[in-house]
């Protein structure tokens, strides 16, 4: 049955929503049925839905249901780890392509944009590197949470 009010300009909703209220108060009350049939009808619904279920569920029932939501879930992120795997070699591949191609080219473009002597020492390279690829890991992982 309805559990928010119709439309107010909806006349045909709101005859509906009238025949289901007056079903649910003649079967709250217990009064006798009358002529109208679809008032007949949303009583049927409402006395069905006081009645308790017949069978009762599992007493395990709530963690099947989990259990089953989790499988559900964790199978799309599985497809969805897996593409993000694949999509990180091709863009390595793709790297190590353009690497061997270009060769050291690639390396002059980005001599204006850092310091020199950034460029210069291999060490320097390797802690900008350390710093910076465990931070945008991080911010990835939290950006993928949220």
Not at 9 to 34: G, P, T, Y
Not at 104 to 132: H, Q
Request: hydrophobic share 50%.
């Amino acid at each position: 049955m309805n559990q928010q009010p119709p439309a107010p300009r909806d006349e045909d909703v709101e005859h509906e929503w009238m025949l289901q209220e007056q079903a649910l108060q003649a079967e709250r009350l217990n009064l006798d049925a009358r002529g109208d049939d679809a008032l007949h009808r949303y009583r049927l619904v409402a006395r069905a839905l006081r009645r308790p279920l017949d069978e009762n569920l599992p007493t395990d029932f709530a963690c099947r249901t989990a259990l089953q939501a989790h499988r559900h879930a964790t199978s799309g992120m599985r497809l969805e780890l897996w593409l993000s795997w694949a999509m990180l070699g091709v863009w390595i591949a793709l790297l190590l392509v353009l690497m061997a191609v270009y060769g050291g080219a690639w390396l002059s473009l980005l001599r204006p944009a850092l310091p020199l002597r950034a460029m210069t020492n291999p060490w320097l390279i390797a802690l900008t590197v350390a710093v910076a690829l465990p931070v945008a890991l991080e911010q990835a992982l939290r950006r993928k949470e949220a």
